[in-house]
T-cell receptor, first 115, second 110 residues
């Protein structure tokens, strides 16, 4: 089944403890992206990747890191999480890079709470 | 910065009533996409409009793209409880990454 898989689904952590949210897609998509969703603010892009080893900042990149060493995986790393990073996170992918009228496929989301 | 405005933020209707959400951009969009997110779920692609003045229908849902390609609407006829969720529009402005509106959350009472 074609899908975007995120793990974990829920995560509670404490301030400063490094964490990684994994994202994997099995559709051979070139483009992958991370969003955070907060009440009243909609979906805001954190980072995106046009292809392997190509990543770039989105609208709200501060406090986050990403890597794209393989085409299928695009982990989101929080080196030192803070409470303002408590949010619902979505990974998404599309066949070709954004701007090519490609639809996005979203993962199921990761609800992160930083205490 | 570049924005896609979406209104209303919330809408409550009685089952059977119609519902419309509107999306507006200050600049021309190359396309508009619509996504639906069920409560507790993730956004799911519904449709894409590319041509000026384009209208597409999916059963009770009607999607329009404005003549100037700066606005769009999603209209649901005779809402059902299965229509509850948040509807997002998203568009590309001059080669930018896809920009999402903040969404309209629809609730339906039976």
């Amino acid at each position: 089944e074609a899908q975007v898989t995120q793990n974990p689904r829920y995560l509670i952590t404490v301030t400063g403890k490094k964490l990684t949210v994994t994202c994997s897609q099995n559709m051979n998509h070139e483009y992958m992206s991370w969003y955070r969703q907060d009440p009243g603010l909609g979906l805001r892009q954190i980072y995106y990747s046009m292809n392997v080893e190509v990543t770039d900042k989105g609208d709200v990149p501060e406090g986050y890191k990403v890597s794209r060493k393989e085409k299928r995986n695009f982990p989101l790393i929080l080196e030192s999480p803070s409470p303002n990073q408590t949010s619902l996170y979505f990974c998404a992918s599309s066949l070709r890079p954004a701007g090519k009228h490609e639809k996005l496929f979203f993962g199921s989301g990761t609800q992160l709470s930083v205490l | 910065g570049q924005q896609v405005m979406q209104i209303p933020q919330y809408q409550h209707v009685q089952e059977g009533e119609d519902f419309t959400t509107y999306c507006n951009s200050s600049t021309t969009l190359s396309n508009i996409q619509w996504y639906k997110q069920r409560p507790g779920g993730h956004p799911v692609f519904l449709i894409q409009l590319v041509k000026s003045g384009e209208v597409k229908k999916q059963k009770r849902l009607t999607f329009q793209f404005g003549e100037a390609k700066k606005n769009s609407s999603l209209h649901i006829t005779a809402t059902q409880t299965t229509d509850v969720g948040t509807y997002f529009c998203a568009g590309h402005q001059a080669g930018t990454a896809l920009i999402f509106g903040k969404g309209t959350t629809l609730s339906v009472s039976s």
